[in-house]
């Protein structure tokens, strides 16, 4: 594992004890407000601050910042990411729709409600095998980019069949009969 993973893995570790305490002091009922207080206060200033620093940088240097695992992270907590929910998760599934293969003839996001949360459009494919499969694998692909997703929902549409396309054709040319051979007799006509 190199130095920067390692620093990665320590970080994702905090992260999850910081989860873990708050989730813990919340059960505390006056020492849990206090914590979230706390917690509150602490991610309005690092915000203000994160913003400003922001504000003074280049739009360059901010795509560069977002680029960064936990540097985007923080952008999107403080909803400082120079790109939108909207944009990150298309992205996402454009990356994705590669590996999909042959469960889906594309991926598409439907988009984003109010309530945060993303519906994707999943066309045509093999008819549900391994749907479960797909589905994490979309699930995963949109948290990765945008954890600010409150939930992801899957529309699985059919296969687009083409329509039957009737055509009118030009008239087919029938040779005209020679002079010398006589019409055939229309049946029943009276000459």
Not at 74 to 80: G, M, V
Not at 167 to 177: D, I, Q
């Amino acid at each position: 594992m190199s130095d920067e993973e390692a620093a990665m893995d320590e970080l994702r570790q905090a992260e999850a004890r910081v989860e873990q305490l708050i989730a813990q002091l919340s059960t505390a009922p006056r020492v849990g407000e206090q914590a979230e207080e706390l917690v509150r206060l602490l991610m309005r200033l690092y915000g203000e601050g994160l913003a400003r620093a922001v504000a003074l940088l280049p739009a360059e240097a901010v795509r560069t910042l977002a680029a960064d695992d936990l540097l985007g992270s923080l952008l999107i907590l403080h909803d400082l990411h120079p790109r939108s929910t909207a944009e990150r998760v298309a992205e996402a599934l454009e990356q994705l729709r590669p590996f999909l293969g042959s469960h889906t003839d594309g991926i598409e996001l439907a988009g984003i409600d109010a309530s945060g949360r993303a519906t994707v459009r999943l066309h045509g494919g093999c008819g549900g095998c391994a749907s479960g499969t797909v589905e994490q694998a979309v699930e995963r692909a949109v948290r990765a980019v945008a954890p600010e997703v409150t939930g992801v929902r899957i529309e699985q549409l059919p296969p687009e069949r083409p329509l039957l396309q009737i055509g009118s054709r030009p008239p087919v040319e029938v040779p005209a009969a020679p002079a010398d051979v006589p019409a055939a007799p229309i049946p029943g006509a009276r000459l």
